[in-house]
């Protein structure tokens, strides 16, 4: 079952761009790209650092805002402008010395397949493409950029009884 299988996740990898977004991204006059992220999201990663749950992002889009906003989280492993995911999955599982079983990636389009069809748990918004839904073991019931990070990281938190009150950990 699922649920049981959340109580070993050591790592969580997030694609942004429909994951931790709703997929839009404003540009403005100056060309510069924007989006927006959920706040709730933010404080479920805050709370998994602290928690000593891994948080990574790789994501294919290039983004001096996202960066900016995950550094922001305290996330250490960032990575933007990828287009070979998996290669760059591997090497941190390498470094943090973590087998795929111990892993959950969130995805919710083609670019982050070969990464979801290889961990333990592969989990996607409820607007995730339908090949993604299709491999995924859990489907949020939340769209991306609407909590559906917090959804997720929630529940494993809650399994592995880290998920409390922590007034030190701010919604950013």
């Known amino acids: 079952?699922?649920?049981?299988?959340?109580?070993y996740v050591k790592a969580i990898f997030l694609d942004v761009d429909g994951v931790l977004t709703d997929g839009s991204i404003f540009v403005n006059e100056a060309g510069e790209q924007l989006r927006t992220f959920n706040v709730k999201d933010g404080y479920a990663i805050q709370l998994a650092i602290k928690k000593e749950i891994l948080i990574c992002i790789i994501t294919g889009g290039k983004s001096e805002g996202v960066l900016r906003r995950f550094e922001g989280l305290g996330v250490?492993?960032?990575?933007?402008?990828?287009?070979?995911?998996?290669a760059v999955m591997d090497a941190i599982l390498k470094k943090y010395q973590l087998n795929k079983e111990e892993v959950l990636f969130i995805g919710?389009?083609?670019?982050?397949?070969?990464?979801?069809?290889?961990?333990?748990?592969?989990?996607?918004?409820?607007?995730?493409v339908e090949e993604i839904k299709a491999i995924s073991h859990y489907i949020?019931?939340?769209?991306?950029g609407k909590g559906v990070v917090r959804d997720v990281v929630e529940k494993v938190m809650k399994l592995q009884n880290k998920w409390n009150a922590d007034f030190s950990v701010k919604s950013v």
């Open 1 to 7: 079952m699922i649920l049981e299988r959340l109580k």
């Open 76 to 86: 250490k492993e960032i990575h933007i402008g990828i287009s070979d995911k998996l």
């Open 140 to 144: 949020s019931s939340r769209e991306g």
């Open 108 to 128: 919710d389009d083609m670019p982050d397949l070969a990464c979801m069809q290889s961990v333990g748990i592969a989990a996607a918004p409820q607007d995730a």
